[in-house]
């Protein structure tokens, strides 16, 4: 099974069990991946973290359960994974821009994408990358001064950092070489995104994130080809290399580094990025 059969069927699993609690922890060993690896490989096709997607087709859910059923507005928030009505609804008017009691009143049913209509968008939109297999380095330890937000929100978050570092000068930066580190703390993701520094004397404006020396198992990733192949990539690295490397945690969370240099030209053919996993020999 491919790996976008497998998110296929794990979009298929997530809405058949929407009343239900759903794990990542679960779902990636239902799938043979790493739960770290199974949150990057379903980020990257699906377009958002877990956390965030079944999150979205919860309220979906919701959406019609107002429409077609007379249940309590406490009893779907509960069985949407909700502890109140009133998370629910905070959550509810964020993306309908209507309280469920509103909603309700207006009646009209959502629309609402099949699993099987969604995983052929995804697959459409992600071609095939081009891995030059990983190589191990080792880099010693790395100060990034930048800005930090939610995984999914990767675009903005960038965005905030240039802004930033065109608005308030950035003292002791040592390249101009972007790092974007992606850390993975159970089903959530958060990023920090900037330049490496020399020291933490820098303006209060900037959040500052300390990377251990280690040694990393990095990936050239042609960007113009897509990210699957990177996800399946160091997947099947890992899993092949289980008996001799484990991989380092940041603070308890697994964690990841998108290295940005030179050959980093946006989404032009050639243009590459790198993939660092921490690795540590066993």
């Known amino acids: 099974m491919s790996n976008f ?6 979009l298929k699993y997530i809405d058949e069990h929407l009343e239900e609690p759903i794990s990542l922890e679960k779902l990636s060993r239902k799938f043979f991946f790493s739960p770290f690896y199974f949150h990057r490989l379903f980020s990257a096709i699906v377009g958002k973290t877990f956390a965030a997607y079944v999150r979205e087709r919860r309220i979906l859910f919701a959406c019609e359960q107002l429409c077609v059923t007379d249940r309590t507005v406490l009893d779907i928030a509960l069985c949407c994974g909700f502890q109140s009505a009133q998370s629910f609804s905070r959550a509810f008017h964020e993306t309908q821009g209507l309280s469920p009691s509103a909603y309700r009143k207006q009646g009209f049913r959502p629309v609402i994408i099949s699993a099987d209509e969604l995983i052929m968008k995804f697959t459409n939109r992600l071609k095939g990358g081009i891995l030059v297999n990983p190589k191990i380095i080792r880099r010693g330890g790395i100060l990034v001064a930048g800005v930090c937000g939610g995984g999914d929100e990767t675009g903005k978050v960038w965005e905030a950092f240039e802004k930033l ?97 030179e050959r980093f030209n946006g989404d032009e053919t050639g243009s590459i990025v790198e993939i660092w996993v921490p690795v540590e020999k066993k």
């Open 165 to 261: 570092s065109r608005e308030t000068p950035l003292d002791g930066v040592l390249s101009r070489n972007g790092y974007e580190v992606r850390i993975f703390d159970g089903e959530k993701c958060r990023v920090h995104v900037g330049y490496p520094v020399s020291g933490k004397e820098v303006a209060p404006e900037y959040t500052m994130l300390e990377l251990p020396p280690s040694k990393y198992a990095s990936f050239e990733v042609y960007v113009a080809n897509g990210y699957d192949s990177e996800n399946n990539a160091m997947n099947e690295w890992l899993l092949t290399n289980a008996e001799g490397y484990s991989q380092r945690l940041l603070n308890g969370a697994y964690y990841c580094v998108e290295y940005y240099d």
């Open 5 to 10: 059969s497998k998110i296929g069927e794990a």
